[in-house]
């Protein structure tokens, strides 16, 4: 019996996207045939998917991937809340993605992607594709897994960059902000902050009162500390803007956006207005999502792809392969579909830093 099965990573890469696929494939090709195994890899997401581009993939593609960064079949963003509305020429992309599915005669759909990226593999279930999506970010903010693959190879390249800033922070006793991805969660910038050093954090869920962040400056530098470091994430928000409405908000990003580039340069507006102090800011960016994964997410990502082969071979389709305490598991895409996963505030990693002397500006 031949299992055909379609690929495809949509969304903003990361690392291990290429080291889950393999996983995937490596898994059934052991437990199936050479000739019983059919892969198809989708062009760039859910847009091969919509217009018919993909390409048959063999176990030689999946040779020598587990360390390379990317992904080898391409990806874009495909907002979600596009996916009901006919693209440029009229077309109905739902309608479209099941046709390529029924053409193909696929078993099943393997989606690797965040959050928008599952909420689709959601609606093709609905439309009765048999679908199974595995948890990619650097975010770690799907909702139902303990850890997404990407994010702790993001640790480790954020905490580089705050490493190397120490150094330099220290020689010229400045205020350093280094600003970290991670949309609107803070799971990146908590545990990279923590891990480099960084003597304050500002995350989304833990809005911040500008007045305490000088404050923790200031007593940096009554401590005879010559230097202060910031890990910012971009979504950090102050207390103030936390009371706007989300369209008012909006509204404040859109005139933020004429005056500063991001989040932290308006921290550091703030800080040099009130103290005088010099602020310099990094913003690691891309470079966050680049590279290879580090080896915690090798193996994450192996065995997440082979939680999906094993669903694959027992047909147990609609849901996430997720990591819940140290062990795979299928969670029902109806459970987690539209969810978010946010660093709480009482949670135990943000009371251990606050409990070192971190300040998290509230
Ligand atoms: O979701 C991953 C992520 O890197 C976020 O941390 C960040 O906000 C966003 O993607 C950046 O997206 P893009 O690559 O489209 O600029």
Redesign the pocket.
């Known amino acids: 019996m031949i299992k055909r099965i379609g690929l495809l990573t949509s969304?903003?890469d990361?690392q291990a996207l290429n080291a889950t696929m393999r996983g995937v494939v490596k898994a059934l090709a052991t437990m199936l045939n050479e000739h019983e195994l059919e892969v198809y890899g989708f062009d760039d997401g859910y847009k091969g998917l919509i217009y018919g581009k993909y390409r048959m993939l063999t176990s030689r593609d999946f040779s020598g991937i587990l360390t390379q960064g990317g992904t080898i079949i391409g990806t874009s963003?495909q907002p979600f809340k596009l996916m009901r509305v006919p693209d440029e020429n009229g077309l109905d992309k739902v309608e479209a993605m099941k046709q390529t599915y029924y053409k193909l005669c696929l078993d099943c759909l393997v989606i690797l992607g965040?959050n928008g990226t599952q909420k689709t593999a959601n609606l093709l279930r609905e439309e009765g594709l048999n679908v199974i999506h595995l948890p990619k970010?650097?975010?770690n903010d799907i909702y139902g897994t303990d850890m997404t693959f990407g994010f702790q190879s993001a640790v480790n390249i954020a905490v580089n960059a705050i490493d190397a800033i120490h150094s330099t922070a220290a020689s010229h006793g400045r205020v350093f902000i280094v600003e970290i991805?991670?949309?609107k969660v803070g799971s990146?910038t908590l545990e990279s902050g923590i891990a480099g050093g960084a003597d304050i954090i500002l995350i989304p869920e833990i809005p911040y009162d500008t007045k305490k962040v000088i404050e923790a400056i200031e007593k940096r530098a009554k401590a005879g500390k010559r230097f202060t470091i910031l890990a910012v994430a971009?979504g950090a928000i102050s207390k103030e803007d936390a009371k706007l409405s989300k369209k008012e908000y909006k509204e404040k990003l859109i005139e933020r956006a004429k005056k500063y580039p991001s989040v932290s340069y308006e921290i550091a507006d703030k800080i040099t207005k009130k103290t005088g102090q010099e602020v310099r800011i990094t913003v690691p960016g891309?470079t966050?999502?680049g590279g290879e994964p580090c080896a915690y997410d090798r193996v994450l990502s192996t065995r997440l792809g082979a939680g999906a082969a094993e669903a694959i071979m027992e047909e147990d389709y609609g849901c996430m392969i997720a990591i819940i305490n140290g062990k795979i598991k299928r969670v029902p895409l109806t459970e987690c579909a539209g969810k978010l996963k946010t660093v709480s505030p009482k949670d135990q990693t943000v009371k251990a830093a606050k409990m070192i002397g971190i300040s998290f500006g509230d």
């Open positions: 969304g903003g990361c963003r965040g970010t650097i975010d991805m991670g949309h990146l971009e891309h966050q999502r």
